[in-house]
């Protein structure tokens, strides 16, 4: 798709990432189930190795199916690069790996996915790189705690589960002031609400798995590269990208690629040595779920605003979290952030603590009861004794998460049968 600057949202959506094949003229996308590509001949092998020409080698690198969803996203995102990974953790996983070395640390929310605290905090913990967990609500707490050895600021748009929505624009310029990245998990918004690298992030992680995807059927993570942060300008915090690279015969990321650095040091480098790759199957299922994410997305958030209103009147609900709510602490911020929707995801409480919340999720019949969220169908899980369960009580307690708390993932169902299928639930917790 050529001038895809100039397209809109929709237009993207359809058209970016994939046009025909060049040897048949196919519209649809195929799969290109290889692993690796026929070389013209010893000096064309010799040339894709040493990054001169670019095409395909082995799959673990690059393959068509993938670059099409890669493609796709990265219009959408309005980002200088993305690359497609195995899951939502393995894109956090070789973002660190690409970003920090023995001795960095990081600044995170601790208000994110679990996952992501347990990934930090017991893996790469083990390797020197520390992280800071601090209050992201407050840019003030997250300048102080960025120091000399800081290699990036960790947060997420619409925080999993608590809800809180990122100040986006004085992250960024807290982030900026001290000179790293700020790295956005943009999973409960996607670009269709959100695209926080307008809002000055450097670069932003996803987990496909929920919205993007939608249909519930895979794994997948993405990383996307905002081209706006100066490596050159930090060699010493980041010579994976501002300094030769020995593993790839001394190639500057920055100088040669660029605005696109960090999308090509995570191809060329860190992917090819921690190999996360997605499968072409997936990939090709992604490409096509870009197609309707304005669309699901919009009724996502249609549905979520009658969802939670109807959860903030009801007498056996003792509070709700959704960005869209008056009633939400950051509200105001919702509306220019997310100003065409706040997505399905919400978080409440139920009169009578974690036997209630059993009862409800137990009497369910439409809902599904499952780990999993961003689906085209409404979801519902207690985060405390699943998702963030490997998480200590006092961590919960810091991040906000009651033991009654409840999350909810309003799909694309009519309203009114979720509605009912809700008042169902809150019947029975509360005899
Ligand atoms: C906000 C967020 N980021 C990352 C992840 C990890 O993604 P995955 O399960 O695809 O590895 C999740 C999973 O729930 C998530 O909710």
């Known amino acids: 798709m050529k001038d895809n600057k100039n397209y809109g949202f929709m237009t993207k959506a359809l058209h970016a990432g994939w046009e025909r094949d060049p040897a048949t003229g196919s519209?649809?996308?195929?799969?290109?189930?290889?692993?690796?590509?026929?070389?013209?001949?010893?000096?064309?092998?010799?040339?894709?190795?040493?990054?001169?020409?670019e095409g395909y080698i082995y799959s673990r690198l690059a393959n068509p199916t993938v670059k099409a969803f890669e493609d796709g996203l990265n219009a959408l995102e309005g980002g200088c690069g993305a690359i497609a990974l195995s899951s939502g953790q393995a894109a956090l996983a070789h973002l660190v790996a690409a970003l920090c070395s023995s001795g960095s640390n990081l600044v995170v929310s601790r208000k994110v996915y679990g996952g992501t605290v347990t990934l930090l905090q017991n893996v790469f913990s083990r390797f020197g790189i520390e992280t800071k967990f601090v209050d992201s609500d407050h840019?003030?707490?997250?300048?102080?705690?960025?120091?000399?050895?800081?290699?990036?600021?960790?947060t997420e748009t619409i925080g999993n589960p608590m809800m809180n929505v990122a100040p986006l624009e004085a992250l960024a310029r807290a982030a900026h002031r001290r000179g790293v990245p700020l790295i956005i998990d943009n999973t409960f918004a996607t670009p269709a609400l959100c695209r926080p690298i307008e809002w000055g992030a450097d670069a932003v992680v996803y987990s496909t798995t929920k919205?993007?995807?939608?249909?519930?059927?895979?794994?997948?993570?993405?990383?996307?590269?905002?081209?706006?942060?100066?490596w050159r300008a930090y060699p010493e915090k980041f010579p994976g990208l501002a300094l030769p690279d020995p593993s790839y015969h001394d190639i500057v990321f920055a100088e040669r690629y660029g605005r696109s650095a960090l999308a090509a040091k995570l191809h060329c480098s860190v992917?090819?040595?921690?190999?996360?790759c997605p499968s072409a199957f997936d990939a090709y299922l992604l490409h096509l779920s870009l197609s309707t994410l304005a669309l699901r997305m919009a009724r996502h958030s249609e549905n979520g605003l009658a969802v939670a209103k109807f959860l903030e009147k009801h007498p056996q609900v003792e509070w709700v979290r959704y960005p869209g709510l008056e009633s939400h602490p950051q509200n105001d911020m919702a509306k220019?952030?997310?100003?065409?929707?706040?997505?399905?995801?919400?978080?409440?409480?139920?009169?009578?603590?974690?036997?209630?919340g059993r009862k409800l999720v137990d009497s369910l019949s439409l809902i599904g009861h499952m780990a999993n969220l961003g689906q085209t169908r409404t979801l519902i899980i207690h985060p405390a004794s699943t998702t963030h369960s490997q998480l200590t009580s006092g961590q919960r307690a810091e991040a906000g998460l009651s033991d009654g708390l409840l999350r909810l993932s309003v799909g694309l169902e009519d309203a009114a049968d979720i509605i009912t299928d809700l008042e169902k639930g809150l019947d029975a917790a509360g005899k």
């Not at 840019?139 to 960790?154: F, L, N, Y």
């Not at 919205?211 to 100066?230: C, M, Q, R, T």
């Open 27 to 53: 519209s649809g996308l195929p799969i290109y189930a290889t692993s690796a590509y026929q070389f013209k001949d010893s000096a064309q092998a010799a040339s894709l190795f040493k990054l001169e020409e």
């Open 139 to 154: 840019p003030c707490q997250v300048e102080e705690a960025i120091d000399d050895d800081t290699r990036g600021v960790i």
């Open 211 to 230: 919205y993007v995807s939608g249909n519930g059927n895979l794994i997948g993570g993405a990383i996307v590269d905002g081209g706006g942060f100066d």
């Open 271 to 276: 992917l090819r040595d921690m190999g996360g």
């Open 336 to 356: 220019v952030y997310l100003k065409d929707g706040c997505g399905g995801m919400m978080a409440f409480g139920v009169k009578g603590g974690i036997e209630a």
